[in-house]
């Protein structure tokens, strides 16, 4: 189960003693994240905000409807991205969308490949999922890159899909399949 560990990275779902440091990782990567993010409102990045995340994220969990993890180096408390698969649905569709962000220190290191890589392996293998969607923005290169290199193929393309940073943009949608599930 949880944590999850890399050669690199421990994964671990958030609790309620990460409060500071999620609310520290959302206000050190806001400028960083704010072109791929929904508008935020100012109340986002306050600590009661974070609380209400949190508890609503281990709601989700706990109806296995979400796994949300947090990655972190060994050794530090510091939260380097976060990954999440949402909108798990069962019965004849097993499958779930992804969702992630990193630092940008620590973009182009392969961290979040080796994270994705992991936390993709425990949701085919230990939740049984076959298939796992993820969209990104065309001019988005480094989400691009990342899922193809992690085997998400193009399924098609959605036109005005998400308000993203006030406005609505068009959206790549990839999947990738589970294929011991077959």
């Known amino acids: 189960m949880i944590p999850l560990k ?20 959302c206000q050190r990567n806001r400028l960083n994240f704010q072109p791929w993010e929904p508008k935020r409102e100012e109340s986002y990045y306050a600590i ?13 969990m706990l109806e296995q409807t979400a796994l949300h993890l947090l990655l972190r180096v060994p050794d530090s408390e510091r939260i380097i991205g976060e990954c999440g698969f949402t909108n798990i649905v069962r019965g004849p569709f097993q499958a779930c969308h992804l969702g992630f962000s990193i630092c940008q220190a620590f973009q182009g290191k392969g961290l979040m490949h080796e994270a994705l890589q992991c936390a993709i392996g425990y949701v ?10 993820a969209n990104y923005r065309p001019e988005n290169k480094r989400s691009h890159h990342l899922l193809r290199r992690l085997g998400f193929e193009q399924e098609g393309q959605a036109r005005s899909y998400l308000n993203i940073d006030g406005c609505w ?14």
Not at 6 to 25: Q, V
Not at 48 to 60: D, F, G, L, T, Y
């Open 6 to 25: 890399t050669s690199h990275l421990i994964l671990s779902s958030p609790g309620r003693d990460d409060a500071k440091e999620m609310l520290d990782y």
């Open 124 to 133: 085919f293998g230990e939740l049984t999922l076959h298939r796992v969607m």
């Open 169 to 182: 943009k068009d959206h790549i949608l990839t999947s990738l399949i589970n294929e011991a599930s077959h």
């Open 48 to 60: 009661e905000a974070i609380h209400e995340r949190i508890a609503s994220i281990n709601k989700n």
